[in-house]
């Protein structure tokens, strides 16, 4: 007896373990060939000793093995359901009870079969034969097993829907108490009746106990709880069939022998019945009772469910006119609307509209007919949105809207739209309805604006990838390498500000004995700035290479570029050629910062004053007479300064400028030194005054020392 | 951070522009400029007194309609600018295609 009891537990044991590691589909293989070879070895088992008792003849077969068999035969069925039901993902309610159902629907037609089987054999000999009975029974039984333990398995799904950790303990002790008593049905200690009643009392109120856990009925809606109760009614009868039919042939046999397996003795089967019954009849008059306000459920989930499509649609919708669609959508599903608009305000007074059930001429004549009739709170700024404006309504002939709600949609504080939802019965509409559709308005003027950040936030990413280019670009204009000359040293420094700006310099050797020099200051900022910086450079070295004066060359730069420069961008430049042959500077301004010239001979700085006007100001005939050509002589040690309005420009965080005072000022102190040191020092004194890296227009310098 | 104002006194527009016109706020000067013309008066008198700072953004729009003065045959005056919006005008050589002048009186009389 005990080494089978161990020997039993031992493979349960052993499943349990192990069967972790072997897949799914091989633990329902192995449970279903576990199942079927103990119940025909409970049949046979059974059936003999049933056999020897009503022959008189010694058993030889233990009376103890036929529980044994019965409870291998149970556990491995619920090892198969549990695999089978418990594991499978993603089931709804109704397909839960629907395997009930089926299991349930098979049992009972086997067994009925037998039962046609056994009225056909009539009064025969066969009929009342006890061992044929005994066979009967014991498919009944197994059939009964069956559906009890799937149902049991179902159950447990349903009862530990949104479980909770008391729930759950509960649960377990239940299902232990039921393991304990099938091995308590191996120890076959009859002398223990109080204590078998105690146990089955404990287990049937533990059940009851979890009865009350039904949080999946209110998941249902209507059509599925209909389902559920015809469902359940059925496996209920089922349940009272098998009882019936069971007890009939136990109390047939019992007649005859008491040595057969009866399922009466089994605490685990009348516990497991209870239960079955018990939660089937819960279910079934919660269902019952829950029908009448399913509606209610399901309206509050499709509120929910609208207004997470209205928030999400601030990520996944392309246009604001999706916005507006699914607001529209919405709230004629949440409260039930007859028909309803959403106009959408423009500036030009044009409104667009999104409709459903109402065309736009309807629309306009209800709300003329508002205008008409002084109502005030309905289509424009009002506090009381549920106002009863049937009597409104019911005056305007060729609608059959009786009672309306609106709602402005507000982007940013600023009404972009409106909504009017829109009923055939008068007071059609509550507070609650209000309150709802006030909800979502609000998400969809948050969506809206949402929706705008993200496109801004887009655009500006984009205008950041073409500043990026366009600095390239710019970058890649400025000379890598100025012209030298054993007359002169040349210096440039030029850095850009965040934003893109315009500022060019470069040089070209025309001959042997001349250079060209040129400084640039493009208006504006920006790709357009690069832009016309580029055909700036275009310009200089098609024109420059000719060896024309300055005054030519400023002229001819401004036809050119008068054909290409927007409306309102011009181009300060200072031309400059350096004759080294006879030792002669020979320039023209045209709108650029003036130069700074220092003459070594008399020790002086000066700034050249000049006239000139900006490039592409003037875009017809007559520039020329607004350019002066100017020359003088250098002699070594003089220095030219030339820089753009950036540096002059440059604030301090007083916001005071750094000025021209500032720049002579510094250079004027470093008259000795090469064109580098003059540059270093104006441009550490430069970044010395802004205190900031931060720059707000480009800072460019060209400084030409002569030897 | 510009505010242009345009207002008729007697038989021209007085246009004031108080503040900075750089980049960004050149498109309101623009628009008032653009108002000015469409009004079909012809006389304007523009008082800088109260421009702080003027970028070649404003710059650029005074120089893009100096066409369109010319061919609607419209005088304008500009007054009371300090010395370094001033500066920045000649540099540029505006005022060598602008009427410009110190006091409004002067403006006037130049109209």
Known sequence: MVSLFSFCKDRIYYLQGDLKMIS????IRLSTLLAILSWVSLVFTDLSIVFSSTSNVAPSVGSHIPPILLSVFIISIFLYYKYRIEKAESINFVDLLWKVFVSGLVATIVSLLFRLLLNLLGNTKLAENVIFLDFIYLINLGLVAGFLVSTFIVWKRLI??????????????????????????????????????VYKGILVLIGVVLSANMKWVAFLNFKQKWKGILLIALAMFYLGYFTFTLTGFAVDISEVTTSFQDFRDSIFLIAIMSFIFVYSLFSLLVILFNLPTSSVFE??????????????????????????????????STVLADAAWIEEIAEDGKSLFHTHNIQEDEIKRIKAHFVANDVKGILDKGSDRTKNLGKHLATLKGTHFRSMMAFPIYVKGKQEATLALLKDVSDGFNKENAKIIDTFTNQAGIS???????????????????????????SSLLPKELDQNDDFNLVAFSEAADEVGGDYYDTLKIDEHQTAIIISDVSGKGTSAAFHMSQMKGVFHSLAQVGMDPKSFLTMANNALSKCLDKASFITTSYFVINTKKKVVDFARAGHCPTLYYDSKIKEWQFFQNKGLGLGILRNSGFENYIQLNSFTYNPDDIIVLYTDGITEAKNSKGDEYGYDRMLEVVSKMTDKGALGIQDALIDDLYKFTGTPVIDDDYTTLIIKFK | MVDVKRIQEGNYDLITIVGEVDASSSIELDNAIAEAIQSGNKAFLVDCSSLEYISSAGLGVFMSYIEDFKKNDIHIVLFGMNEKVRNVFEILGLDQLLTIRGEKEEAKSAL
């Open chain 1, 24 to 27: 799914r589909k091989a633990i």
């Open chain 1, 160 to 197: 530990l829907y949104q479980k909770s950790k008391f729930l759950l303990a509960t649960w377990k002790i239940f299902e232990y108490g039921l393991f304990l008593s099938l091995l308590y049905n191996l120890l076959d200690i009859p002398a223990f009746t109080w204590f078998e009643d």
């Open chain 1, 299 to 332: 309206q509050k989930l499709e509120e929910v469910v609208n207004f997470q499509r209205l928030s999400q649609s601030i990520q996944t919708e392309q246009s604001e006119d999706r916005v507006y669609d699914i607001l529209l959508e919405s709230s004629i």
């Open chain 1, 448 to 474: 809206v604006e949402n929706f705008r950040l993200l496109s801004e936030a887009l655009q500006n990413e984009r205008y950041k990838e073409e500043l990026k280019i366009a600095k390239n670009v710019q």
